[in-house]
Every structure is written in C-alpha cells, then in structure tokens.
C-alpha cells in the first residue's frame, strides 16, 4: 500500500521526486513559495528523460502546518534553510532528507528526535526552470539509510518499494555513513570547482589538468572517510569518473546558486566533512583550500 508524502521544498529536486511519486499513485503534499500560487492554478509540468507528464492537479500549501498527517515527509530544501525545520517539520512521522552534504540527519534529529530520521542520497541531475516546472536531465537513482542505527529496516524496505513503483531505483544502505561520504566523493570536486572554475561537468572531465584535479581530490576525500570510520571500496573514484564522464553536460546545483546569486551550500558540503575529517585526524588540504575559496565567494556574493 502506497504511503501519505510530505514534500518540504518543491524545487528540482522535491519537484521530481514528489510528482513521480504521485504519478504512480501515491498520495503527496507539496509545500511551496513563490510557486504555491501558480501550482495550485495550473499543476506542476515535470519533462524527463524517461518521458514528459505533467500533474494537472497538485495538493499545494503555503504553510507546514496545513499539511495532514503524513507517513514520510521528504526534506528537500537546500541545506541554507535549515535554520527554519523547527517550523517545518511535523511532530511524529518519518522524515527522509534527500539534501546534500554533511550533518543534516543532525539538525532534523534536534528537531523530530533521532528515531524518526532517515537519511537519503540523491543521484539526480535536475532543474527548475520556471514556475512549477521541472526539468528532469539525467539518472535520479536515490540511496536511503538509517540514521539512529545501521542495517535495512521494514519501514525503509516500504520507502524504497513506493520509490521504486515511481520508477525511481532506490537503494538500501546498511551504514548511512558510508554512503553520505561516497556521495561526498562526487559532490566535493565537481560541486567546488564548477563554481571556482565557472565549468560544467563536461568541460572539468574534458581538461586533462582539471579531471587529474578532481581525481585528486576523490582520492583525499575517500582518506577522509576512511579516517573517520568509513571505508569505501576500492572502485569508488573509477566510477564515479566513468559515471561523470557518460554524464550530459551539467551545471551542478551550487554553479546555479552562484550564478543567480543565491547562498550556497558550502558549510553542509564542504564544512561539516572537513571539519569531521580534521576532527578525526586528517590534514585534507585540497578540501579545506576548495572551503576557503568558496567562504570567500558566498562572502563576497553576500554582501554585493
């Protein structure tokens, strides 16, 4: 039986996610902004890869607290905004974050208590490019885990069945730890040095010296797990570059904050992880100079 979803941030990310789910029957809540006016008259329009469909009808609101009861509320605000969950996030319930970085499981865990959280992974290239209208580029593949304990539970086996009958593949992970820095190990170059460099993932896979430098740090970045507790396989950077380099060409979510000069997520993705590495014992030089630079550009962005 398909469950009740909450979507918390109804952009390229909890767009897509959201309007498969309810594609394929699933009873779905978005919470919205600067959209809610417009979804609520016209729907959401999603084109994808796997093919275009659109949402005629959308269960949209304003405020958190309109939103009934739901079985899994999906977390998919960028992770600047975490500042308001308090006020977001429902009392009892599942909640599934699908944010990118470090330490996110942490803040909603202060808010709902530890039990209730489950962390997930998103593999999605997608934007939003006008108003209830998404646009679906490439994969979409996600990976959930535990947050409280490690092992695959029944309520996670239920989220990854109503994901895959989405057409969403929905992986099980044992240790979230483990896949939060395998995510981290992509996030980290690509996600940095596109802003830093003003690149697209082809041209950063295309330029000898910029592909040796992302594989550079894949390399320190998967020390970094190790150091902290979390061993990756052996393969780790070999796919993730033969993965980046099938990819279309992408302007990561971080360039696309830079450029419409939005904060960008440079505590969640670069911060925690290092500061967890330092913690632990690690020097992570190439990802502490990536942090330096982007203070300085989310600074300077800032305060224009």
Known sequence: MPQRYAIIGTGALGGYYGCRLQHAGCDVHFLLHSDYDHVRQNGIICESKEGDFSLPKAKAYRRAQDIPAC???????????????????????????????????????????????????????????????????????????????????????????????????????????????????????????????????????????TRQLCEAIMYEVVADAHTCGSSLTADTVPTMLNYTEKMRPYRTSMKID???????????????????AQAAGAKSPLLETLYRQLEFLNQRSANA
């Open 71 to 209: 079985d899994v509320t999906v977390v998919a605000l960028k992770t600047t905004q975490n500042h308001y969950l308090p006020d977001l996030l429902p009392p009892t319930g599942i909640v599934l974050t699908l944010q990118n970085g470090f330490g996110n499981e942490d803040a909603i865990a202060k808010v709902t208590g530890p039990e209730c959280v489950v962390g997930g992974l998103a593999f999605l290239c997608s934007n939003k490019v006008g108003p209830g209208h998404i646009r679906h580029l490439d994969y979409g593949h996600i990976a959930i885990g535990e947050f409280a304990k490690r092992g695959v539970t029944d309520r996670l086996r239920q989220i990854a069945a109503d994901f895959e009958r989405a057409g969403i593949p929905c992986q099980t992970e044992p240790d979230l730890m483990v896949a939060r820095w395998k995510k981290l190990v992509w996030n980290i170059p690509y996600n940095g040095l596109s802003v830093i460099l003003n690149a697209q993932t082809d041209e950063l896979m295309r330029h000898p010296a």
């Open 258 to 276: 830079f450029d419409e000069h939005r904060p960008m997520e440079v505590e969640a993705i670069f911060g925690n992880p290092l500061r967890a």
